[in-house]
């Protein structure tokens, strides 16, 4: 069996939020496309639905690459117990952001590490708490066009104009919002075996596997 410490690192996402967060640590990585269904169970609440589809996308990632160690990473928005995924277009992100205006939205992300040969799977799971201002429909409408976040859970691109939709942000993990907790990532990546701070960190671009 492999050493941990010589096990490839793969990020199981086609986020590029994910692979820009997950640079930060500095570690080499690949990334694969997890290829799993995304759709809801009838009646699973928002941060179930994000806890099984993280894992799901780890687990997908894990058989394809047994040896490695593998990321795998949802977020649901959660309005009042309903679950707001990635809008895909500008009527839909639109309905989104009418919908949370003035309202407390929860972010749920969650993360899975699984090494499939090692046997090694946890979980985490970093809740952010959002208050949206009460947004006019003009405010709306120039956000949407000067960002079209269309691949963002909520249509909250908070690291871009999104943060002016935004009255605060309550959470304990910040890169959280945008895809990636990586204060729980590095835990998880350290219960797997790997020492981010073992060895001088060096910045390597991530390949597609």
Request: some cysteine.
């Amino acid at each position: 069996m492999l050493p941990c410490s010589q096990r490839k690192l793969i990020l199981g996402s086609t986020s590029r939020y994910r692979r820009e967060l997950l640079a930060r640590l500095r570690l080499p990585f690949s990334v694969a496309a997890p290829e799993v269904d995304e759709s809801a169970l009838p009646g699973e609440a928002p941060a179930a639905l994000a806890q099984r589809l993280a894992l799901a996308k780890a687990r997908a990632v894990a058989q394809r690459h047994p040896q490695a160690i593998v990321i795998g990473s949802d977020q649901v928005a959660d309005l009042q117990g309903q679950a707001l995924g990635k809008p895909g277009n500008h009527a839909r992100a639109t309905a989104q952001l009418e919908q949370m205006r003035g309202q407390v939205v929860l972010f749920q992300t969650a993360i899975a590490v699984v090494c499939q040969e090692s046997g090694f799977c946890q979980q985490a799971l970093a809740v952010v708490r959002v208050h949206f201002r009460d947004l006019s429909a003009r405010e709306i409408e120039n956000y949407l066009l000067a960002e079209q976040p269309y691949d963002c859970a909520g249509s909250a691109k908070s690291e871009g104009l999104g943060i002016a939709l935004l009255q605060s942000i309550e959470s304990d993990d910040p890169t959280a919002l945008i895809g990636l907790p990586l204060i729980r990532t590095a835990s998880l990546l350290r219960a797997a075996g790997l020492d981010l701070l073992a060895t001088p960190a060096t910045a390597a671009a991530p390949q597609d596997v």
